[in-house]
Structure formats: C-alpha cells, structure tokens
C-alpha cells in the first residue's frame, strides 16, 4: 500500500454556527492496525457520494428501507413490503 497526500482539517470555534467540526479530505479511508497490517477500507468516495464498501452493523434501526430505483420499498413503521415491476 502507498500512502499519498490527504488533508485533516480540525476547527474549534468560539461563536457561530457550527461550534466545531472536523473536514478529511480524502478519497478513500482506512482503519486498521497498520503494525500488524490489518486494514479494512470500509468507506469509498465516489461520484460525489461517501459509500459503504463493508458494513457490519448488527441491528438497525429505521422507519425505511428503499432500492436506489424507489421499486422496492420496506417501510418498517407501517409493517409493509412494496415491489413494483
């Protein structure tokens, strides 16, 4: 693996709005041991969009669960499941 230029940016402020935040500007992240060379890659940027590239997350909490297309619809909060050619 190489590593190349990427930039962390932290800000505290004393006033306005947000109060503090944190910027990676980067396009892809890693985490992992790098002493025992473990490392997962499990957020991707592209297209102008952070994406899941591995996700184990146990139990979910949500109201709906929807396809990118809108064709498949799980609305949990209603007890439904909706497909649609």
Known sequence: MTFEQASIYL?????GSPRSRVVLDAETLYFGDL????IVNPLIYS???WRMNVANIGTVNSGLVQSNDGKMRIELDNNRILVAD
């Open 35 to 38: 002493g025992s060379g473990s």
């Open 11 to 15: 800000d505290a402020r004393t006033s």
């Open 47 to 49: 297209a102008g969009v």
